[in-house]
């Protein structure tokens, strides 16, 4: 499907790339089914909070360096610009660079859901801009400006006479779609319709989409082997940079759950090539992740010389801590990015994977293919009991209770802490570089062997709290609320 | 009307899901979009027996916006009764549910002869801030749960303070104010934190009187209790920290309960006695500090803004610079804490600003002389600031990334000494 760059609006990834947030059976069902086309997501009747895909996208957006980000919508939308402001202050500052993002409310109250508050909101844009001179402002809907109608599109239009920086529409309504993802896909779509420009000349840049770019002195360092230049979007991006990330070599991602558009649309639209590997989490991955770019950018010798360097010196040191984790049984709960890459990890490691949930999941990328990671683990023969669970805590804990798994790795905040009360080690897998290429995938093998030694924490806790989850909810089948999807 | 909310200090009404969270037991069931309990969360301090990320919710979807969402609220209060183990339900309306015109009482009265109570508070974000939230889930208890109570217990008093979660010390604050009411021979009885909950909820309506301490939220919720239960209460406008405002408190407190006067001296004597022995060895500290300026400015809601104005000048002899009050306080209070800030010894008064912006805000402060180093008590937005003026800060208000507190507090005596040692934990960071 084309994109088109003149509308401010995405399609969700429902209705782009048939995503789902319900479903319970084995690995290989799930991906024979969604490779034939007869996937149908469930959904609940009952379910408990999960995310809003509008912190997907304005945590994507606030990232970048110096702009504005103007969120209409009551107090409790913009109530995210606390925690923006906290991360991009400190994210900047590890970086040794400043960031002067601003992410403003509009405090939208009763009288604006009935009369509408486009000149309220017109004079708050021109203020903003007045105020800190940002280098793009961004003005995004919320759920109550999305049902009432609010025209957010013609105020911006309206503005952008009086602008001289991008003025960017982007529509966050958080009923609009199940899949949180799809925020990121707001984001991209805003940062490729307004800031991105066409190539002038190419550089030896690599596009490399990641969340907080921890490993950035690292990977630089690797880059270096090769003649390439990582470029890191969006934290600490500046709209400079941005507007010519259509000149790089190639774009690649840390997560095909938030890179996977930026990186088609760039490849549909300027010819940028689009790395569509397995990710860079454990050795295979690495080694995959690392051949895709020699053979993209025409250095796969260099690429095979720093491979067989580095492998002499992670090899011996992973295979011996393998001994001691072998025979291990976990269960996993993450984003679909990660899920069945860290599963793939695992399973190299000799972790056996008893349980897999993604919180929800693609069947297909924007280029029409089973996600890499997913197509690994099928052409390898592994397999497991997964399910798509959209954060649901109580799916967790009954699959937790019932396995008694040695480890829960999981990667979304406030997850872990709840398979610890139920006295189950817990490794939280945060940071997206926790396993990238072999020096972290060996920190991660040691990280598990951390837990899995010292269960104290979780012991003494575990001994005593109660859970608060009825007996009743432990005897019943995982799948109890789940419904067959009506459309 | 929309305004320019620039670095925002508080939520909105849904917010008041952490109100309910702070009761033991009571569990929020949000009828609103999936994200919002996510975001209204604070990052740390919140896994306890229930969590945000496992609060029920209708999780609205584009065809509920259409067609409504009841079938759904029905369906997730009939199975978080099966599922969760609570004393209390109480359903929290968003702003969706609330535009398009789902009768969510009517959902929840379908629960009335469940095993366990279902309220339901109305807290579109678009209704207010999470201050009103607050208040309005104190109001769906009153209205919807408590009933007239025949016999009153002599000495028992329902405490109640300011917003659980968005005021970083109300778990400390709260239980120092009843330890301190015990300590003068009333029955204190609050309903938030640790061994407190429906029980304690029950008794409200035995209650002797009702204290309220707070310059603003919830005398609404007071005058209501007056009226539906017959409850009368004191208003406290000012949070007591340290010596001076604690012992007035004690005496105002005292004098309403019909506490023998020398049973409430006694008590205070034996406070001020321990406290003024550790002023007096640190005295030296507070004088001869190279750090420490004279002047100061507070950033926080009405509670904090008053509570350590009245502290820092009435018991540290500092002088107040202009103080700033961010909570949106409601029109009608304005100019009774405006009044409250007048009433400074020597005759001093505080000038008091009630502003949501938080550009003009820093723009008043960078504005100001303060003859030396400022010290700026408010939240993380002014760290920045106060270091581009060198100032002393301290994070004392929402929003919180600069401080970790477990059980500490800045009530009462003590909690006045804990500020001292905030602060000049601050200033012996830099050259003392």
Redesign the interface.
């Known amino acids: 499907m084309e994109t088109n760059l003149s509308n401010s609006n995405v399609a969700t990834r429902e209705n782009r790339i048939g995503s789902i947030t319900g479903y319970i059976g084995s690995l290989k069902e799930l991906a024979s089914q969604s490779e034939c086309g007869t996937l149908k997501g469930c959904s609940r009747?009952?379910?408990?909070?999960?995310?809003?895909?509008?912190?997907c996208a304005l945590g994507q957006l606030s990232a970048i360096r110096d702009v504005a980000i103007i969120h209409?919508?009551?107090?409790?939308?913009?109530?995210?610009?606390?925690?923006a402001?906290?991360l991009d202050?400190v994210m900047a500052k590890k970086r040794g660079v400043t960031n002067d993002t601003?992410y403003?409310?509009?405090?939208?109250?009763?009288?604006?859901?009935i009369f509408g508050?486009t000149e309220?909101?017109r004079k708050?844009i021109l203020?903003?801009n007045k105020?800190y001179s940002p280098k793009a402002i961004f003005v995004t809907s919320?759920?109550?400006t999305g049902?009432?109608g609010e025209d957010i599109d013609s105020v911006v239009d309206e503005v952008k006479e009086e602008i001289d920086v991008p003025v960017v529409s982007v529509h966050c309504e958080?009923?609009?779609?199940?899949i949180?993802a799809t925020g990121f896909d707001i984001a991209d779509h805003a940062v490729l319709s307004s800031i991105v420009k066409p190539p002038k000349e190419k550089n030896n840049k690599i596009n490399f989409k990641n969340f907080y770019e921890s490993a950035r002195p690292e990977i630089i360092e690797i880059f270096k082997n090769f003649d390439l230049e990582p470029v890191f979007l969006y934290c600490n991006s500046t709209v400079e940079e941005l507007s010519h990330i259509s000149e790089s070599l190639a774009t690649t991602c840390i997560c095909g759950t938030l890179g996977n558009y930026l990186g088609n649309v760039l490849e549909e639209k300027y010819g940028v090539p689009y790395i569509r590997s397995i990710n860079q989490c454990g050795i295979t991955g690495f080694e995959t992740w690392l051949r895709e770019i020699g053979k993209v950018t025409g250095r796969s010798d260099k690429v095979e010389k720093y491979i067989e360097e580095q492998r002499a010196i992670y090899i011996p040191q992973i295979e011996e801590v393998k001994k001691e984790l072998k025979g291990l049984r976990a269960v996993i709960g993450m984003g679909p990015g990660y899920t069945f890459e860290v599963s793939r990890v695992l399973n190299e490691l000799g972790i056996e994977v008893v349980w897999a949930l993604a919180w929800h999941y693609d069947k297909k990328y924007e280029n029409g293919d089973v996600p890499p990671s997913m197509k690994y683990l099928l052409d390898n023969h592994i397999d497991f009991e997964a399910s798509v669970a959209?954060?649901q805590?109580?799916e967790v804990m009954n699959i937790l209770n019932k396995y008694q798994p040695d480890l829960y790795l999981s990667r979304h905040?406030?997850?872990t802490?709840?398979a610890i009360k139920n006295g189950t080690p817990a490794v939280y897998v945060a940071d997206e570089y926790m396993i990238f290429g072999y020096k972290h995938t060996l920190e991660f093998a040691h990280a598990i062997l951390n837990s899995i030694h010292n269960r104290s924490f979780e012991q003494n806790l575990a001994k005593r709290?109660?859970l608060?989850?009825?007996d009743?909810?432990y005897q019943q089948n995982v799948g109890t609320?789940l419904e067959e999807a009506k459309n | 009307m929309a305004k320019l909310l620039d670095k925002q200090r508080y939520k909105c009404a849904l917010g008041a899901m952490q109100t309910v969270q702070a009761i033991n037991r009571a569990i929020p069931i949000l009828h609103s979009g999936p994200g919002c309990a996510q975001k209204l969360s604070d990052g740390i301090g919140s896994s306890g027996y229930f969590s945000p990320n496992i609060f029920p919710c209708t999780s609205i979807n584009e065809k509920d916006v259409v067609f409504g969402g009841v079938k759904k609220l029905h369906s997730t209060i009939e199975n978080a009764l099966k599922v969760i183990d609570a004393d209390l339900y109480v359903v929290l309306t968003g702003c969706i549910p609330e535009i398009v015109g789902d009768d969510s009482g009517e959902v929840v009265s379908e629960f009335a002869d469940a095993d366990k109570p279902v309220i339901y508070a109305s807290t579109a974000g678009f209704k207010g801030n999470n201050y009103k939230g607050h208040e309005q889930i104190i109001d769906a208890i009153i209205e919807q749960y408590l009933k007239k109570a025949d016999n009153r217990q002599k000495g028992l008093v329902n405490i109640w303070a300011d917003v659980p979660y968005q005021d970083l010390f109300w778990l400390g604050n709260i239980r120092e104010l009843e330890k301190l009411l015990r300590e003068i021979g009333l029955t204190p009885n609050t309903i938030f934190g640790y061994n407190r909950g429906i029980e304690n909820i029950n008794k409200i309506p035995e209650a002797e009187f009702n204290l309220l301490v707070s310059p603003w939220v919830s005398v609404k919720n007071m005058k209501k209790m007056e009226k539906k239960l017959g409850i009368p209460y004191l208003h406290y406008p000012t949070l007591p920290i340290g010596a001076y405002e604690t012992s007035k408190f004690l005496r105002e407190v005292g004098k309403y309960a019909g506490i023998e006067v020398e049973k409430v001296e006694r008590v205070i004597t034996e406070h001020e006695n321990y406290y003024y022995y550790l002023i007096e060895r640190y005295a030296d500290l507070f004088l001869e500090n190279r750090v420490i300026n004279k002047q100061f400015s507070v950033i926080a809601d009405a509670q904090y803004a008053l509570g350590i104005t009245k502290f820092l000048t009435n018991d540290l002899g500092l002088v107040p610079a202009k103080q700033f009050i961010v909570d949106d306080t409601p029109k009608e209070y304005r100019e009774a804490i405006t009044e409250e800030f007048k009433k400074l010894n020597y005759g001093l008064s505080a000038d008091v600003a009630f502003e949501t912006d938080s550009y003009k805000i820093h723009n008043e402060i960078k504005a100001h002389d303060y003859h030396g180093y400022p010290l700026i008590l408010g939240s993380y937005y002014d760290k920045e600031l106060s270091e581009q003026l060198q100032g002393n800060y301290l994070n004392i208000s929402w929003p919180v990334q600069d401080k970790v507190v477990l059980d500490d507090f800045y009530a009462g005596y003590t909690g006045g000494i804990r500020l001292i040692e905030d602060i000049y934990t601050v200033a012996v960071q830099r050259f003392n």
Request: glycine residues 8%.
């Open positions: 009747c009952f379910s408990q909070s999960s995310s809003c895909l509008s912190s209409h919508g009551p107090a409790g939308c913009s109530v995210a610009s606390a925690g402001y906290y202050k601003v403003v409310g509009t405090d939208m109250n009763e009288n604006d859901t508050s309220s909101l708050i203020e903003v105020r919320s759920c109550a049902i009432i958080g009923f609009k779609s199940r949180w959209d954060q805590n109580f905040p406030g997850s802490v709840w709290v109660k608060p989850y009825t009743w909810w609320f």
